[in-house]
Structure formats: C-alpha cells, structure tokens
C-alpha cells in the first residue's frame, strides 16, 4: 500500500500572522480572565518573634517523629514500596542531622 506524504505548509503562509492570513475563525481570541493573586492561608502562622534557636529544635522534633512514623509504616509494606519508604525515612532523618548541625553551630555545647 503506497501511502502519500501529505505536503508541507506553505512557508509564506505559515509565518504570517493569522489577522494577514483572513483565517479569523481559527484563532479565536484568548479569553482575558483575571485570575486574583494566590493568598496563602494564615490558619497556621508562625509567630515572628520567635527565634531561630526554638524554630530550629522544634522542626528537629518533628523529623524526628516523621523519621519513627516512616518506619513504622515501612514495617507494613513489603518490596519496592516498602524499600521506597524507607529511603523517605532516610531523607527524613538527614533533614534531622543537618536541623541537629545547625543547633549545634547556634549553641555549642562545649
């Protein structure tokens, strides 16, 4: 079966904008819709006095809790899935040891 090579757009054409072409009904005019600006939620705000010392132990304590649920929760998986949790975890506790550095350069405790 010879199948035939459709032709290629005439360049000409093909360049010039659509209102030069008289192919109006085509491209329809985009639809201008204001979009209003992304407000993030304030429902969990963090308050801004707080220093970077009580911020830093308080994200150390959650990885730490996240670190002990992915665990957990690899404990019932089984394969790739459960060998996909437990590199989470292992990203979760880095995120920890790097928090636990940074406290350390705050505060020494020498």
Do not use: W, Y
């Not at 199948?3 to 000409?12: G, I, L, M, W």
């Not at 329809?28 to 979009?35: D, S, T, V, Y």
């Not at 707080?50 to 992915?70: G, K, R, Y």
């Amino acid at each position: 079966m010879i199948r035939s090579t459709p032709s290629p757009p005439d360049s000409e054409t093909a360049t010039q904008p659509m209102s030069q072409t008289g192919d109006h009904h085509h491209n329809p005019q985009p639809l201008k819709i204001a979009i209003p600006p992304h407000k993030p939620s304030t429902m969990f705000v963090i308050a801004p006095g707080i220093n970077t010392e009580t911020l830093l132990a308080h994200a150390c304590e959650s990885l730490a809790s996240a670190s002990v649920m992915a665990s957990d929760f690899a404990a019932f998986l089984e394969g790739s899935q459960r060998n996909t949790m437990l590199g989470i975890q292992q990203v979760i506790m880095l995120a920890e040891l790097a928090v636990n550095r940074a406290l350390d350069n705050i505060d020494p405790q020498d």
